[in-house]
């Protein structure tokens, strides 16, 4: 005797699935606030001359968060819950684009751009030297 599966209630299904996209929703915004306070918290502190370090933990925060959705997701389309796993792929997508701008921000943060050349001095800018008691005065450049 077999058993077949339960048949797939698509309205339940899409219920499930938006419940679990608000909790998840709720986590990340957690997640944002508190990163948020860390950040405004540490621009207290006294810094070093330079560029700031690399800071890893939204990345991999964001990324773990990213992680459980695709766990979840993969569960949700082995049980059967075609609808709930995917708006779970979409917002391991979301997660995922979010988190890897994190990497990007951070990076930028840490490493930035060498400055420019300096322009040099216009001729006006320069002073003029007086050779002569009373004479003329020449200026470089002019």
Known sequence: MTTSPPP???????LFGVLLLVLEGAIVLIAAFT????????????RPAGPPPM?????LVFGAVTAGVLLLAWAM??????WTA????L??????I???AFGIQEWARAHP??????????????RCVCTSGGGPCECPGG
């Open 86 to 89: 995917g708006g779970q792929f």
């Open 91 to 96: 917002a391991a997508a979301l997660l995922g």
């Open 113 to 126: 751009a060498p400055p420019g050349p300096t322009a040099p001095a216009s001729p006006s800018a320069s």
């Open 35 to 46: 990163l948020g306070m860390r950040r405004w918290a540490g621009s207290y502190d006294p």
């Open 77 to 82: 389309l082995r049980g059967g819950l075609p």
């Open 55 to 59: 800071d890893w933990v939204p990345v």
């Open 8 to 14: 797939v209630r698509p309205a339940g299904d899409a």
């Open 98 to 100: 979010g988190t890897l």
